[in-house]
Every structure is written in structure tokens, then in C-alpha cells.
């Protein structure tokens, strides 16, 4: 891959944006290759869960339109095909953000499951700024995660947000000194990595839905279902095992000790 770094150890893939000259702005080749990645993920099982970051001391700078010479609108779907990849990761995935993540770098973001920063990461809906609008799912996410009328607060002004600003909008997960950035996203994976895969996936699916909308009849019927798979599932077997022997339930134990570059 040309933009791109893909490391994978003990369950957890991390995907590094590398154009750290452009603050990894993404071009045509990025997008294809997120697209690509993320795909490629999703039909991995070894892969238990999901850190996306970028190189540099930046996360992502949003699109880098310089020299388009092509059809916008092949872009445009080069941009939505790394979105909807992302969305449909059933691992939990998690952002790890430092310096800029604005415009499609921002939303690129907001697709992970959790966003972790640094205290000196800002965001910003930039769009409207460079007479653009929304992209990269924008327009789907951010009214669902801050409402409607927010939304268009974020969208039609693209204020540059600190790490603070946009966790009080529920839009970052935890905040944290730059040197903490990876010790921090480091335990979450290992916790998550250990977890049982099966009921961390349902779950993720499960609120997923929730928040598309439905009654709370439907989301009841989801969940039955979920439930029933889990009850029935190894990972339960285990659960109850280890209850009773007064013991750690054991549902994964990484083999992988050296980063493996993809």
C-alpha cells in the first residue's frame, strides 16, 4: 500500500494514514485504500479488534483536492466506499487522534466506535470554510450523535473544536497527554481483545440498530435473537465455567508477539 501501514498483533489491526506531509490528507489512493483495509479486516477473524490512527502527530486533514484532475463525483465515491467500509466493521474499532481531524478526517473518526485524543487534538466540521459541504457520512452521523440543530451549529459555522470542546459534545471518548496517547488506546485493546468476540460483536450491532431508529418492539426482538446465539455460544460455556471454578474466563489468547506488517 502507498498511504497506508497495517499492523497486526495479538488481535488488534492498527491502521496508520501515512501521508504525514499533507497531515494525511486523503487522496483518491487513500480512500481505495481504506476501502480496501477495512474490507479486507471485516472478513479476518484473527482480527478482534480495530485502532485507525495517522502518521506524524496528525490524524487526518481531511481531502486533499490538490490536482484533481479527475470526476469529482468518482472521487466523491472513492470517499464513500472507505465510509461505508468502516461502518460496517462488526469489531469495535477505536480513533486514535492527535493533532488535526478535520472535515472527512473528523468523520473518518466519528465512524470509529471510540474516539481517544490528546489534549492538543482539534476538530472541526471545515467544509463550509473551503465551500464544500458534508461528506464521509457527516451528514448521517452528526445528528444522531448531537442532535439536528447542533449539527447544523458544527456544519454551517466549522469552528475549530479542542479535544474538550468536542467531549462535551460526546464526540471524544477520553482525552489524554500526548505521551499517554498510546499506553491509553493500548489497554483498552487488550481488554477488548480478551473479550468474548461473539457477544462484543452482537452488542456493537445491537446499539448499532438502536440508534437507526426502530421501536423498542423491534429492538426487543433484536436482541432475543443476540441473546439466544450467546446462550447457547462457546464463549457462555466458558463464561459459566470460569464463574464456577473461581477463575478468569479465557477467550482469547494472542499467539501473534511481533508486529506483523501488512
Known amino acids: 500500500m502507498q ?7 495479538g488481535g488488534v489491526v492498527t491502521v496508520v494514514m501515512s501521508r504525514p506531509e499533507k ?3 486523503g487522496n483518491p489512493t487513500m480512500w481505495r485504500e481504506l476501502a480496501e483495509a477495512f474490507t479486507e479486516i471485516g472478513r479476518n477473524r484473527d482480527d478482534r479488534v480495530m ?3 495517522g502518521a506524524g502527530g496528525d490524524f487526518c486533514s481531511g481531502a486533499d483536492l490538490d490536482g484533481l484532475r479527475g470526476d469529482a463525483l468518482k472521487y466523491m465515491a472513492d470517499a464513500s466506499a472507505a465510509a461505508r467500509a468502516l461502518s460496517a466493521l462488526t469489531i469495535p474499532t477505536i480513533a486514535k487522534v492527535d493533532g488535526v481531524a478535520v472535515g472527512a478526517g473528523w468523520n473518518l473518526a466519528l465512524g470509529c466506535d471510540l474516539v481517544v485524543a490528546t489534549d492538543r487534538a482539534r476538530f472541526s466540521q471545515i467544509f463550509i470554510r473551503r465551500a464544500l459541504s458534508l461528506d464521509f457520512g457527516g451528514s448521517w452521523m452528526l445528528p444522531r450523535l448531537v442532535g439536528i440543530q447542533k449539527a447544523k451549529e458544527l456544519a454551517y459555522f466549522g469552528d475549530i473544536l479542542s479535544a474538550v470542546d468536542a467531549a462535551e459534545l460526546g464526540l471524544v471518548t477520553r482525552i489524554v497527554e500526548p505521551g499517554e496517547l498510546d499506553p491509553t488506546v493500548d489497554a483498552m485493546t487488550s481488554r477488548l481483545v480478551r473479550a468474548p468476540a461473539q457477544a462484543l460483536s452482537l452488542t456493537k450491532q445491537l446499539l448499532d440498530a438502536a440508534a437507526d431508529g426502530g ?3 423491534q429492538a426487543l426482538q433484536r436482541e432475543n435473537h443476540a441473546q439466544a446465539n450467546n446462550i447457547t455460544g462457546d464463549e457462555a460455556k466458558e463464561a459459566k465455567a470460569a464463574f464456577l471454578e473461581k477463575r478468569e474466563p479465557v ?6 508477539t511481533t508486529p506483523a506488517h501488512v
Do not use: D, M
Open 215 to 217: 421501536s423498542f418492539e
Open 51 to 53: 485502532v485507525l490512527t
Open 251 to 256: 477467550f482469547y489468547q494472542p499467539l501473534v
Open 3 to 9: 498511504t497506508l501501514v497495517v499492523e497486526r498483533q
Open 23 to 25: 497531515k494525511n490528507a
